[in-house]
């Protein structure tokens, strides 16, 4: 079964506590992004890599961390400093940046700060 | 400022019927427009995309309109199915130094038997 995955699909964490999204691919694309989905407003971009080894800041990083060690694996590490994490996060991947390649994303993350 | 909107917020129709959905924006220089497909809990699935000379694009009962000169864009579904119910995402990207997509806020459409 090809695709992007996602784990977990429901996280729950409490306040202070740092927690690690996780995301993988298998259709050997070199971009990879995270968004950030809250009720009636656009996905916002956290992070994004183009290649291993590399990664840039999106419109929203603040509180946020990323790692690409690997072409297949994204995750995501929402710390403590993020005032508001209470949220539905996606992972998509593209074949490269090209805002014209279409962005598979993954069935998302839903986490919840009690 | 780069925005895109979405109208209406919502919507229900009945199955069988047909509906249109709008997307206005402000993204300059435009690079493409694309339409998504997002059920309840999943991540949102690629429609179509449109690029600067392209009117229309059809996949299946989903056809989009691109009006760039009035930066408009619709999304027409057709006959309805139950399946259809979900939220359309209206996205759009201009053409920079790197390429910056702007995400609507989604039309929910639900389609009642």
């Known amino acids: 079964d090809g695709g992007i995955t996602q784990s977990p699909k429901y996280l729950f964490r409490k306040e202070g506590q740092n927690v690690t999204l996780s995301c993988e691919q298998n259709l050997n694309h070199d971009a990879m992004y995270w968004y950030r989905q809250d009720p009636g407003q656009g996905l916002r971009l956290i992070y994004y890599s183009q290649i291993v080894n590399d990664f840039q800041k999106g419109d929203i990083a603040e509180g946020y961390s990323v790692s690409r060690e690997k072409k297949e694996s994204f995750p995501l590490t929402v710390t403590s400093a993020q005032k508001n994490p209470t949220a539905f996060y996606l992972c998509?991947?593209?074949?490269?940046?090209?805002?014209?390649?279409?962005?598979?994303f993954g069935p998302g993350t839903r986490l919840t700060v009690l | 400022k780069n925005q895109v909107e979405q109208s209406p917020q919502s919507l229900i129709i009945l199955e069988g019927k047909n509906c249109t959905l709008q997307?206005?924006?402000?993204?300059?220089?435009?690079?493409?427009l694309r339409w998504y497909k997002q059920d309840t809990g999943r991540g949102p699935v690629s429609l179509t995309i449109?690029?600067?000379?392209?009117n229309t694009k059809s996949n299946g009962r989903y056809t989009a309109t691109l009006d760039a000169d009035t930066k408009q864009s619709s999304l027409h579904i057709t006959a309805s199915q139950l399946s259809d119910s979900a939220s359309y995402i209206c996205?759009?990207?201009?053409?920079?130094?790197?390429?910056?997509?702007?995400f609507g806020p989604g039309t929910s459409l639900s389609v009642i038997p």
């Open positions: 996205v759009v990207s201009a053409q920079t130094s790197y390429d910056k997509v702007i």
């Open positions: 449109m690029t600067f000379s392209e």
């Open positions: 997307c206005n924006y402000t993204v300059s220089p435009f690079s493409n």
């Open positions: 998509a991947s593209s074949i490269n940046r090209a805002s014209t390649d279409t962005q598979y």
